[in-house]
C-alpha cells in the first residue's frame, strides 16, 4: 500500500514537471503529430510478436496519417531480453520509463486518443468476443504477407552457428517447451497462482520428443525451468540448462526451427514472430481459443479437458464453449465453477506432433471422416463472423474423444 501511495505522488510530480511539453504538443498538432504508446519490455510476449505485427501493418499501408507524426515508445522499467529492444530501436523512437506519465495523461482523456499510437493495448480488449483483437493478434492478416522485421548480423548468426555446431546440431530442429509452475514464480504474490492452469509437465513430451529423435535435433527450451529433462541422445539438448544459453542463442534457435511443440506463452510468440509453425498441447482457452484464428503460424493445438466436480464428468466442447473463454482464463475462475484442467496424455501430445510433422513434409491427407470430424468441431465453436483460419484441432484427439463433440 505505501508503494503504491509513493508511486502515485511520484506520477504526480513527473506530470507537473511535463505538463508544459503536454502543453506544447497540444498546441502544434497541426503541424506535427507527437503520438506516445507502451513498449511493454517487461515480457517478450507483450513486446516481440506484437510490435512485429505493427511493423508489418505500417509496411502493408495501415495506419496512414494526413499530418506528419513522430511516435514516443516509452519501454518498461525492465526489459526481458535486450537484443529485442535493440533490434526494435532499428525502427522506434524508444525513451525511458519517466515518460510514461505522458501516456497515461493523453489515454485518460477523450480528446488525448489522437495522441496515442494506434497499438492496440492489451489493456483496451478481453477475451470475451469480439473485443478480442489486441496487438499480438494478427487481425489483419500480416504476417504471412511480411518477412521478419528482426533481423540478425553477420556477426550474430556467425555467433549462434557456432554455437549449434559446438553441440552437433546438424539436422533440422524441433522445439520443446513447456510452461511449468515454477515461471514466474517469485512474481506472483497472491496466494493463487491465477496463471496455474497454463502449467504442465516435460516429462509428458518424452515419449514424443524421443519419436522425433530419430529425424530431428530436438531442443527443450525455456527460462530456469523446475528440472532437466533427463534425456541422454546425440540429438537432443536441454538448451534450458546449457551453460552457452543466451538472448542471442534463445533467438536464433527459434528462427531456425522446423517447428515449435508448446504449451502456450510469449515464448511461442516469438516463434510466431519468425513465422515458424507452431503446434499448441496442453491448450487452455486463453491460448486456444482465439489465438489460432488470427496467427495462422500456430497450425495444429489439442487442449487441456475440463472435468466438472458438480456434474463429475468432463464437459464436452460445447459446454466449454458457453461458459466462454473470459471465464476460463484465471485459476480462481476455474476454483469457483469446481471446474479442474486435465493435461493431455503423453500419447495424445505424440499423435497430435506426428500429425503435424506429417502435414508439414506434404505426408498427410485428411480422410473424409477427419474432415467431417472438425467441422463439428468448429460447428459447435463457431464465433459471430469467425475469420478464415488454418488451424485445425488434433485428429486423433478428435477420433478418441467423439463424446465430447455431443
Not at 505493427?54 to 495501415?62: T, V
Not at 473470459?326 to 480462481?332: F, G, K, M, V
Request: glycine letters at 4%; charged letters at 25%.
Amino acid at each position: 500500500m505505501a508503494y503504491v501511495s509513493v508511486n502515485f505522488f511520484l506520477n504526480i510530480i513527473l506530470l507537473i514537471v511535463f505538463l508544459p511539453l503536454i502543453v506544447l504538443i497540444i498546441s502544434i498538432k497541426k503541424f506535427i503529430l507527437v503520438r506516445f504508446g507502451e513498449i511493454e519490455t517487461r515480457a517478450v510476449g507483450h513486446y516481440g510478436l506484437p510490435i512485429e505485427i505493427y511493423l508489418s501493418e505500417l509496411e502493408q499501408g495501415y495506419h496512414k496519417t494526413t499530418t506528419p507524426t513522430y511516435d514516443i515508445w516509452i519501454r518498461n522499467k525492465n526489459v526481458a531480453n535486450k537484443l529485442i529492444l535493440k533490434k526494435w530501436k532499428e525502427y522506434l523512437n524508444i525513451y525511458p520509463p519517466v515518460f510514461k506519465v505522458i501516456w497515461i495523461f493523453f489515454r485518460n482523456f477523450e480528446f488525448g486518443k489522437e495522441f496515442l499510437i494506434p497499438y492496440r493495448h492489451w489493456r483496451d480488449y478481453s477475451e470475451k468476443w469480439p473485443n478480442v483483437g489486441h496487438q499480438m493478434r494478427d487481425i489483419n492478416n500480416v504476417l504471412p504477407k511480411t518477412k521478419c522485421h528482426f533481423k540478425f548480423s553477420k556477426d550474430e548468426k556467425l555467433s549462434s552457428e557456432n554455437f549449434l555446431k559446438k553441440n552437433n546440431i546438424n539436422n533440422k530442429i524441433v522445439i520443446f517447451f513447456a510452461r511449468d509452475s515454477k515461471y514466474r514464480e517469485s512474481k506472483i504474490s497472491s496466494k493463487i497462482n491465477e496463471a496455474e492452469i497454463r502449467n504442465c509437465s516435460i516429462e509428458t513430451y518424452k515419449k514424443t520428443i524421443f519419436n522425433m529423435l530419430t529425424k530431428y535435433n530436438c531442443i527443450r527450451m525455456g527460462s530456469d525451468p523446475e528440472s532437466k529433462l533427463k534425456i541422454e541422445h546425440k540429438n537432443f539438448l536441454d538448451y534450458s540448462f546449457c551453460e552457452s544459453k543466451s538472448e542471442l542463442n534463445d533467438l536464433y534457435i527459434l528462427s531456425k526451427c522446423h517447428f515449435i511443440v508448446s504449451s502456450g506463452s510469449g515464448f511461442d510468440q516469438l516463434g510466431i514472430m519468425f513465422r515458424r509453425p507452431v503446434v499448441l498441447v496442453n491448450a487452455v482457452e486463453n491460448e486456444y481459443r482465439y489465438n489460432p484464428l488470427y496467427n495462422s503460424s500456430i497450425k495444429l493445438f489439442i487442449p487441456k479437458k475440463i472435468f466438472s466436480e458438480d456434474k463429475n464428468r468432463l464437459l464436452t466442447f460445447k459446454e466449454i464453449f458457453d461458459i466462454g473463454a473470459y471465464n476460463l482464463n484465471a485459476t480462481s475462475k476455474y476454483i469457483k465453477q469446481n471446474l479442474k484442467v486435465i493435461d493431455n496424455t503423453p500419447d495424445e501430445i505424440n499423435d497430435v506432433v506426428e500429425e503435424m510433422e506429417k502435414r508439414l513434409i506434404g505426408n498427410w491427407v485428411d480422410t473424409e471422416s477427419e474432415i467431417d470430424l472438425q467441422n463439428r468441431y468448429w460447428e459447435i465453436n463457431k464465433l459471430p463472423n469467425m475469420p478464415t483460419f488454418e488451424c485445425k484441432i488434433g485428429a486423433k484427439f478428435l477420433k478418441n474423444n467423439l463424446d465430447l463433440l455431443t
